[in-house]
């Protein structure tokens, strides 16, 4: 199983740190399970840690003039090679387009790093039946090399993320069967898992681990999950 967390805009750099410090003795020596942690930026530094920091976010640039944006000058100080493309807020609320999407896409795997692509549907889509969900989520992969060896695909239906309201297990293991024919890479689930759900969702055959918001914020919860996948 891969365990990712992904703190979106919270956490300080202070709590980061002792977050990332308390994972890994837990964890550290125990697991043979894959955990991934994607801070803020502001929170990125070189942490002497058996598990991987990633980013949520970087512009496709050495460096330059991207206001407020990072590039990679800013990732290779803490020796970041793990990126996070395509989640749905980046899409929805900061309006990344696909053209975009696959800039960034292609840019980081020119640099060989690892990417975790992010597909999901909105609840519009989800309401016009399992057939346009299908069709959506493939044009999400619309530019995209699937054949990269360092791809690991996240399906994240936009609706269940944050709400507390999971997808069904019939719902999952049918699209994840469906993107496992078309997709021979890693896939992940995300949308409000959590310790209680995490049991049957980690179960569903292809799903190879989970992306977590909110259940990745505090330590206890997000090392509560990952122990309740192996009761
Ligand atoms: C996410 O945004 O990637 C996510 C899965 O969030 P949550 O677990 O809070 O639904």
Redesign the pocket.
């Known amino acids: 199983m891969i365990y990712a967390g ?1 703190f ?1 805009t919270n956490h300080t750099r202070a709590s980061t740190a002792s977050y990332i410090l308390a994972l890994n003795s837990a964890i550290e020596g125990k697991k043979k399970d894959r955990v991934v942690i994607f801070p803020p930026i502001s929170a990125l530094d070189s942490f002497d840690i058996s598990f991987t920091i990633g980013v949520q976010n970087a512009y496709p640039t050495q460096k330059g003039a991207f206001t407020g944006e990072i590039g990679v000058e800013q990732l290779d100080e803490f020796g970041i090679k793990t990126i996070l493309i395509g ?3 980046r899409r929805e609320i900061l309006k990344e387009t696909q053209d975009k999407v696959v800039e960034k896409f292609n840019f980081f795997k020119s640099l060989g790093f690892e990417i975790f692509y ?1 597909i999901g549907e909105p609840l519009s889509v989800r309401e016009m039946g399992e057939g346009k969900v299908k069709e959506y989520l493939l044009s999400q992969f619309d530019g995209i090399d699937i054949a990269y060896d360092k791809l690991i695909v ?1 399906y ?1 239906p936009i609706w ?4 507390g309201r ?1 997808a069904s297990v019939e719902d999952i293991r049918s699209i994840h069967q469906f993107l496992k024919s078309h997709i021979d890479k890693p896939l992940l689930y ?5 310790p209680s759900n995490i049991g049957e969702i980690g179960s569903i055959d292809g799903v190879d681990g ?7 914020l505090k330590v206890e919860s997000f090392l509560e999950l990952m122990g309740s996948r192996d009761e």
């Open positions: 992904n979106k989640h749905s807020e992010c996240a994240e269940a993320i944050g709400t999971s995300g949308g409000s898992v959590n989970v992306l977590v918001g909110s259940a990745s």
